[in-house]
């Protein structure tokens, strides 16, 4: 096998060099899926809202997000940021605010295919009740499609998880670079690779099994 | 802050080329990598999305769900650093390739996955009715699969495959990883140089957005080519990037 040698690897390396990347990459994960998800809903909600202003923004915006690479992204809140608020900012501060903001855009679309899926006799019995839009959309809509859309939205947040190695373009120190870090100084850099692509594959899979389970149980109550 | 769009008519520094013409050839690249990696994922995606539905295999089936899940829960860059700086080490006769080869199948075996997802989903989709009718026409596995499922799987998941098409097309750029000379590998390049990154992102971004655009429009055209009348698809919803 070429020479290759995964046990150079050892508890000390991990906790010097793997694992503040690794919490950075999910600190960033759930931070990124929780923003996302706020921001994504309030753009959902101006796309749906029929008032032409927001609805045009909200397209804009989603479309736009969603029609450049998440690298560019980076890139782009990177130099902007500092521009913006005139002092410079770390890479590990400007991923977190480009995540959320890229996103939400995904986020967005979920939430609003979710709002789209509560049949519209909800929306008329919260009406018929005297509700207000804003207690409509809290009490009766948002937390139907929210928990309709909660696989969808999982997934999207393991996609997250693997985009979060994007960061690499801008230097922070996430979970790829901690291994990528440790490899070069102990000169086993592709062994390093491999560990890292188990690590995202355990994460990634052991995921995606949990939300298949959710879905399976979903399903069953509905 | 000024514009300066005059930067793209400077010289790069290579003699002769202006930053124009680099930003130009690096589309050239993002767009031959994305469209080499495109032809390996439709030919693997379909392949493994077959295998994932045949009816008496299980181990073919399988081992066609270990690709997908393989493939599909690595980040893209890792898989690329995988196949840039691990796999030539473990197969000495794999050094000579070029590393446009190496980003284009890690794209391509990437994208597979997923476009393994969206056939396997379309080919269980259709009504059973639809095989069993294969089977009464004495149809082979192969025969069934050939003129009955596939061709109305395939127009099903003709949404979805556009979409993956588009993200295909953005993924690529994470080929700079590998100093791939495509177009985010120039902007941080020219950004660098010239310190007029606005202008620079402004314009890659634009060529990112045409080319995404442009595969939209192709896609479009085809899924309207290859329309059976009558016949109205309802898209799914879409995730992911």
Same mark, same amino acid.
């Given at each position: 096998?070429?020479?290759?040698?995964?046990?150079?690897?050892?508890?000390?390396?991990?906790?010097?060099?793997?694992?503040?990347?690794?919490?950075?990459?999910?600190?960033?994960?759930?931070?990124?899926?929780?923003?996302?998800?706020?921001?994504?809903?309030?753009?959902?909600?101006?796309?749906?809202?029929?008032?032409?202003?927001?609805?045009?923004?909200?397209?804009?915006?989603?479309?736009?997000?969603?029609?450049?690479?998440?690298?560019?992204?980076?890139?782009?809140?990177?130099?902007?940021?500092?521009?913006?608020?005139?002092?410079?900012?770390?890479?590990?501060?400007?991923?977190?605010?480009?995540?959320?903001?890229?996103?939400?855009?995904?986020?967005?679309?979920?939430?609003?295919?979710?709002?789209?899926?509560?049949?519209?006799?909800?929306?008329?019995?919260?009406?018929?009740?005297?509700?207000?839009?804003?207690?409509?959309?809290?009490?009766?809509?948002?937390?139907?499609?929210?928990?309709?859309?909660?696989?969808?939205?999982?997934?999207?947040?393991?996609?997250?998880?693997?985009?979060?190695?994007?960061?690499?373009?801008?230097?922070?120190?996430?979970?790829?670079?901690?291994?990528?870090?440790?490899?070069?100084?102990?000169?086993?850099?592709?062994?390093?690779?491999?560990?890292?692509?188990?690590?995202?594959?355990?994460?990634?899979?052991?995921?995606?099994?949990?939300?298949?389970?959710?879905?399976?149980?979903?399903?069953?109550?509905? | 802050?000024?514009?300066?769009?005059?930067?793209?008519?400077?010289?790069?520094?290579?003699?002769?080329?202006?930053?124009?013409?680099?930003?130009?050839?690096?589309?050239?690249?993002?767009?031959?990598?994305?469209?080499?990696?495109?032809?390996?994922?439709?030919?693997?995606?379909?392949?493994?999305?077959?295998?994932?539905?045949?009816?008496?295999?299980?181990?073919?089936?399988?081992?066609?769900?270990?690709?997908?899940?393989?493939?599909?829960?690595?980040?893209?860059?890792?898989?690329?650093?995988?196949?840039?700086?691990?796999?030539?080490?473990?197969?000495?006769?794999?050094?000579?390739?070029?590393?446009?080869?190496?980003?284009?199948?890690?794209?391509?075996?990437?994208?597979?996955?997923?476009?393994?997802?969206?056939?396997?989903?379309?080919?269980?989709?259709?009504?059973?009715?639809?095989?069993?009718?294969?089977?009464?026409?004495?149809?082979?596995?192969?025969?069934?699969?050939?003129?009955?499922?596939?061709?109305? =799987? /395939?127009?099903?998941?003709?949404?979805? !495959? $556009?979409?993956?098409? *588009?993200?295909?097309?953005?993924?690529? +750029?994470? =080929? /700079?990883?590998?100093?791939?000379?495509? !177009? $985010?590998?120039?902007? *941080?390049?020219?950004?660098?140089?010239? +310190?007029?990154?606005?202008?620079?992102?402004?314009?890659?971004?634009?060529?990112?957005?045409?080319?995404?655009?442009?595969?939209?429009?192709?896609?479009?055209?085809?899924?309207?080519?290859?329309?059976?009348?009558?016949?109205?698809?309802?898209?799914?919803?879409?995730?992911?990037?």
């Amino acid at each position: 096998m070429g020479g290759l040698d995964l046990t150079f690897v050892s508890w000390d390396i991990i906790s010097k060099f793997v694992l503040g990347g690794f919490m950075f990459s999910v600190n960033l994960t759930i931070v990124a899926t929780l923003g996302g998800i706020l921001f994504g809903t309030v753009l959902a909600l101006m796309r749906l809202s029929g008032i032409k202003p927001l609805t045009l923004v909200a397209t804009f915006y989603v479309n736009g997000m969603r029609s450049v690479p998440l690298v560019m992204v980076i890139l782009w809140f990177f130099l902007l940021v500092p521009l913006i608020t005139g002092r410079p900012v770390g890479a590990e501060l400007s991923a977190t605010v480009t995540f959320i903001a890229f996103e939400a855009a995904y986020f967005s679309e979920i939430m609003r295919a979710g709002i789209q899926s509560i049949p519209r006799g909800q929306v008329h019995a919260g009406q018929a009740l005297g509700m207000t839009y804003s207690q409509n959309m809290r009490l009766v809509v948002l937390p139907q499609a929210f928990r309709n859309m909660l696989p969808v939205l999982l997934t999207q947040t393991i996609i997250l998880f693997q985009d979060t190695s994007l960061v690499y373009a801008i230097g922070a120190y996430d979970l790829l670079k901690g291994f990528v870090t440790a490899g070069k100084i102990y000169g086993r850099p592709e062994e390093a690779y491999i560990l890292a692509a188990i690590v995202y594959f355990a994460v990634c899979f052991g995921l995606s099994v949990l939300v298949k389970r959710l879905q399976n149980k979903i399903a069953i109550i509905r | 802050m000024a514009w300066d769009w005059q930067v793209f008519l400077n010289d790069d520094g290579s003699g002769g080329r202006t930053y124009l013409q680099w930003m130009m050839d690096a589309w050239g690249w993002t767009l031959s990598v994305a469209g080499s990696a495109w032809v390996i994922a439709m030919v693997v995606g379909a392949l493994i999305g077959t295998l994932r539905t045949l009816p008496n295999s299980p181990w073919l089936v399988r081992m066609a769900n270990v690709w997908v899940e393989l493939f599909r829960n690595i980040p893209l860059l890792v898989q690329i650093f995988l196949w840039y700086f691990v796999v030539p080490k473990i197969f000495p006769v794999m050094q000579g390739i070029p590393s446009f080869v190496l980003v284009v199948f890690a794209l391509g075996f990437f994208t597979s996955a997923r476009i393994a997802e969206q056939v396997r989903a379309g080919i269980q989709s259709l009504p059973k009715g639809q095989r069993y009718a294969g089977m009464a026409m004495g149809f082979t596995t192969t025969q069934t699969y050939r003129y009955v499922i596939l061709p109305m =799987a /395939f127009r099903i998941i003709l949404p979805p !495959l $556009t979409s993956e098409s *588009m993200n295909l097309l953005k993924n690529s +750029s994470v =080929a /700079f990883a590998v100093s791939i000379a495509e !177009l $985010t590998m120039f902007a *941080m390049q020219a950004q660098e140089e010239t +310190s007029r990154g606005i202008e620079i992102y402004i314009a890659v971004t634009g060529l990112y957005a045409i080319s995404a655009f442009a595969v939209n429009r192709a896609m479009a055209f085809v899924e309207k080519k290859v329309q059976i009348p009558g016949y109205v698809v309802a898209g799914g919803v879409g995730g992911g990037h």
